[in-house]
């Protein structure tokens, strides 16, 4: 098996589901090599024009990679983590060198760029890579759509979860009564990834006089955004900046709420991996419909709202429901993770299917 794909660094959604994927798959595969497309030793120059150069010479000596590696090995099929917008037309040449040599190829999709608008980088994509292939995708929705779109039959599409990625977290609750609800948001902080929608509903909360703390982590993306948040920890004492989390602070905010409050209006959102990340804690999940995470939250007993102009309201009537119905109490929290241990197995399970697969192709 030959494994193209965009390892971290830089670190970003793919680049991190990429590396768990190969940690995951690489010790059931029976003989393989690992192309990294993406050019970590210039990772500090990440989305700048230098970047750009660099890895259209990264991606030239990738296919000379390829190529050797096709021609001396005759049983190795290929898995490609395609990219999404522009970033298809470096996939269109490693698809073409795959199918000169006729092998199996995987593609795995990661995006909605394309699937929420007809791409005709895609359409390439699609004809090139002929019916010797499997798409990987995220949930039945993105199958869906797919299908549909671009006439890719549904028995050569296979759904799994990015949930295979994540262990078990640790956690240890002892029971007490939740008193005041401590609701977090955490991303990469702006508008398009629900910032201003997340202080509306603090708002409206405030309004309510209900008792509640909100913690606000991640970089800021831009100025805006900035402006936002430090207005709103100025306008009500219940607001707190966190900053960036790594580490033992991502684990110990997480550990720190009853709710977690995702409310994109990102067009390319995808399966965000914060909603599994603090679902591992337990925690209820709120948050848009955009993408996959219709799915997502639904699969982790969650709520799941169509973004509009009174969804802050609506999901601030849903946190105090959850909270007078004890959705937040210890027993709660330790069913959540219960089942979402399930939901993990089943894509690991899904994914280990597909390893199967690959060996005996």
Request: a positive charge; proline letters at 2%; aromatic letters at 14%.
């Amino acid at each position: 098996m030959i494994f193209l794909l965009d390892l971290p660094k830089p670190i970003h959604g793919m680049s991190v589901v990429n590396k768990a994927f190969i940690d995951k798959v690489s010790s059931e595969v029976d003989d393989y090599v690992v192309i990294n497309t993406a050019p970590s030793y210039a990772a500090n120059y990440f989305n700048g024009i230098l970047w750009i150069i660099v890895k259209f010479f990264h991606t030239i000596f990738c296919c000379f990679k390829l190529f050797y590696n096709l021609s001396t090995n005759t049983n190795k099929s290929v898995y490609r983590s395609i990219n999404g917008g522009w970033g298809q037309c470096y996939d269109v040449f490693y698809i073409l060198i795959v199918r000169a040599f006729s092998r199996k190829i995987y593609i795995h999709h990661h995006s909605f760029s394309y699937l929420n608008n007809t791409s005709n980088i895609f359409k390439i994509v699609k004809i090139i890579t002929g019916n010797k292939v499997t798409h990987i995708v995220l949930s039945n929705h993105m199958a869906d759509i797919l299908s549909s779109k671009y006439g890719v039959e549904k028995i050569n599409i296979t759904i799994i979860s990015n949930l295979f990625s994540f262990d078990d977290a640790e956690n240890n609750y002892f029971s007490k009564p939740v008193e005041k609800v401590n609701i977090g948001y955490l991303s990469n902080i702006q508008m398009d990834k629900g910032i201003d929608a997340f202080i509306d509903v603090c708002r409206t909360l405030n309004s309510l006089n209900f008792n509640f703390t909100a913690k606000i982590a991640g970089p800021f993306s831009d100025d805006v955004s900035k402006k936002i948040v430090i207005a709103a920890v100025k306008e009500m004492a219940q607001i707190t900046y966190m900053a960036p989390l790594y580490t033992e602070g991502r684990v110990n905010f997480y550990k720190s709420l009853d709710c977690f409050v995702f409310p994109s209006r990102y067009r390319y959102e995808a399966e965000p991996l914060v909603l599994y990340e603090a679902a591992m804690y337990g925690i209820y999940i709120l948050g848009t419909r955009q993408g996959c995470m219709e799915e997502v939250i639904e699969k982790m007993d969650g709520t799941s709202f169509v973004f509009s102009t009174n969804m802050a309201q609506e999901i601030a009537a849903t946190i105090k429901d959850k909270f007078e119905s004890n959705c937040f109490s210890t027993p709660a929290k330790n069913r959540r993770i219960e089942h979402i241990k399930k939901e993990r197995i089943k894509a690991t399970s899904a994914l280990i299917k597909l390893v199967k697969e690959i060996n005996i192709v």
